[in-house]
């Protein structure tokens, strides 16, 4: 893969996840809405049993706001706000859970093994603030499959980036045509060993096979850096009936998608 089409990840990149200034969204689907602040990006879900919100950015209400205000701004009820599933224990994802927890009473998933790591290894230990702040009700693990009515999401264990991190592959309408959506839970292989990176790649590889066998043609990220994502939103967000949807990839998209965590990996472990 050519290096100038490969994302480059910068510390300025890590200092963004904390800027709250200003935040994007997008209805990218009739059933799904993505909102971001500068780096990091969470979706959320129509299903007939209520919404789902994935990931929750940053631990500040100022996230928790601009969530409601896209959820708001498309004529969806926040009010219907009942599950917050989760990719990682990384306080950039869990974020403002805990607001929707509160609010909404919203029954929460993660995997075991990241609700201990998330308490264990607070991504920020310097910063309180951030510290794991709401409980997990609903344990989830490879296999799983979380049913909301008419709509299920299928649950991958991807341990690397976190020991116990999730990747889920879910359905989506545009115009009423159904569209297979994967989100790969943690976009970078861990810092440190090279066994975590080994472990990331397998990973990948097993969430590549899992979309192939879903015919997954929608590509999702956590994160705007792997996806122009802040770009894209704008796009979607002014798009006119005639132009196409960007986040529908095809499944040979999707596997380039896949091409480039691979690369960034393997980078890693030529370092
Ligand atoms: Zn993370």
């Not at 910063?127 to 299928?154: A, M, S, V």
Request: aromatic share 12%.
């Amino acid at each position: 893969m050519e290096l100038r089409k490969i994302p480059m990840l910068s510390s300025e990149m890590i200092k963004n996840m904390e800027d709250m200034n200003f935040f994007v969204y997008s209805q990218i689907f009739d059933d799904l809405l993505i909102i971001a602040q500068k780096e990091t990006n969470c979706f959320v879900w129509k299903t007939s049993d209520g919404l789902v919100v994935f990931d929750a950015i940053w631990p500040d209400k100022a996230v928790y706001d601009a969530i409601i205000n896209a959820i708001q701004s498309v004529g969806w009820n926040p009010d219907n706000i009942n599950k917050l599933v989760l990719t990682h224990g990384h306080c950039d994802h869990t974020g403002c859970g805990r607001w929707f927890v509160e609010k909404h009473g919203a029954k929460t998933y993660l995997s075991r093994i990241d609700d201990i790591f998330w308490k264990e290894h607070p991504t920020k230990p310097n910063l309180p603030d951030t510290w794991k702040d709401f409980d997990i009700n609903c344990y989830i693990q490879d296999g799983d499959t979380i049913t909301c009515r008419n709509k299920d999401i299928y649950v991958y264990g991807t341990p690397g980036h976190t020991p116990g991190c999730l990747s889920y592959i879910f359905p989506v309408t545009e115009n009423g045509t159904k569209h297979m959506a994967a989100l790969f839970g943690g976009a970078t292989p861990p810092l440190g060993t090279a066994d975590g990176v080994k472990q990331f790649l397998t990973s990948l590889e097993y969430f590549r096979q899992k979309a192939k066998e879903k015919h997954v043609d929608v590509g999702l990220c956590n994160h705007t850096v792997f996806d122009n994502g802040i770009e894209r939103i704008s796009y979607s967000a002014k798009r006119l009936a005639y132009m196409p949807n960007i986040y529908i990839i095809g499944n040979d998209g999707f596997e380039k998608y896949c091409d480039m965590f691979q690369a960034l990996a393997e980078a890693k472990l030529l370092k």
